[in-house]
Nanobody, 114 residues
Framework: QVQLVESGGGLVQAGGSLRLSCAAS????????MGWYRQAPGKQRELVAD???????NYADSVKGRFTISRDNAKNTVYLQMNGLRPEDTAVYYCNAKSPQTYWGQGTQVTVSS
């Protein structure tokens, strides 16, 4: 069973930064892609950013230019650097991996105050 463990969430003021980490229990190159999703209260879960096995990245329009997804292969970890945070970025952020089975982390809360 694959485990994805997220960390790095918290409370930050608007304009601030956070870095989320997702540590996988196996080699991240065993996944077709890994990514970050988020779910705000009363809203559907949405893709924030993902990175495929070839290193290509994809971002939601709302975070382009502010968020960066990256990976550390040696640590089997994927990161989400979030800069210029806005109150509308407040959500639970989930790590996702596809192999093609889909795996989810437990989520980490990000709260941005105005």
């Amino acid at each position: 069973q694959v485990q994805l463990v997220e960390s790095g969430g918290g409370l930050v003021q608007a304009g601030g930064s956070l870095r989320l980490s997702c540590a996988a229990s196996r080699n991240i190159f065993s996944f077709i892609a890994m990514g970050w999703y988020r779910q705000a209260p009363g809203k559907q879960r949405e893709l924030v950013a993902d990175i495929n096995i070839g290193g290509s990245t994809n971002y939601a329009d709302s975070v382009k230019g502010r968020f960066t997804i990256s990976r550390d292969n040696a640590k089997n970890t994927v990161y989400l650097q979030m800069n210029g945070l806005r109150p509308e970025d407040t959500a639970v952020y989930y790590c996702n991996a596809k192999s093609p089975q889909t795996y989810w982390g437990q989520g980490t809360q990000v709260t941005v105050s105005s």
